[in-house]
């Protein structure tokens, strides 16, 4: 369970640049998340995160998703990796890949993504441009727990940003990933303490939403 407070091995999966991988990096280097990341596994070897990671000295694994035959083949590979590396924490930061129940029975509750929109809004592909396209004056970030449902897991931490008249896709993800920046380390932090139960669609923590 990740309400284990001992453990905090944790693994980051990316599929691109990797800015919240290194947002990840940062904050347990200035030891504001006490956390090891043990491993950084991409599905793409030309992950930019990927050498941000070896910066760091981290270890890096790259899995094809595509050297598999089915999807539960490729997930029951990455657990396995996970496991030999005694994981307990498995951040997805911008992995652009869906799990089967593989994964998620062999991490349950212990699967964080991230995603910039405010949840459930704008769920799936091109967030931004769907927010603009509603034209919704806040948006922000979410990060929730994995289930099998997209981007539908209960919810630990958000932050807003405001929508701009003049927004465009790109200037609007720009304002939001300053905010998964400080989202993430927090709510890695968060679930890491322990001391939460997911109630329902809830995520509850004890000490903060006793009695909600
Ligand atoms: C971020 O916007 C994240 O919310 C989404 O994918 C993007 C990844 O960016 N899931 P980066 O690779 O962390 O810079």
Known sequence: ??????????????SGRG?????????????????TIAVVIS??????GLERARRAGIETLVLDHRGWPSREDYDRAIAGELRARHVHLVCLAG????????????????????HPSLLPAFPGLHPHRQALEHGVKVSGVTVHLVTSDLDAGPIVVQRSVPVLADDTPDTLAARILVEEHKAYP???S?????????????FLRSTTDAGV
């Open 1 to 14: 369970m990740t309400s284990d407070p001992n453990s905090r091995r944790i693994a980051v999966l990316i």
């Open 19 to 35: 800015t919240n991988l290194q947002s990840l990096i940062d904050a347990t280097r200035d030891k504001r998340l006490d956390a």
């Open 43 to 48: 599905n793409r070897a030309d992950a930019g």
């Open 95 to 114: 992995f652009m890949r869906r799990f089967s129940d593989v994964m998620l029975e062999a991490f349950p509750n212990a699967i964080l993504n991230i």
């Open 186 to 188: 927090e709510a890695v």
């Open 190 to 202: 968060i679930v890491l303490a322990g001391g939460w139960r997911v109630d329902g669609r809830r």
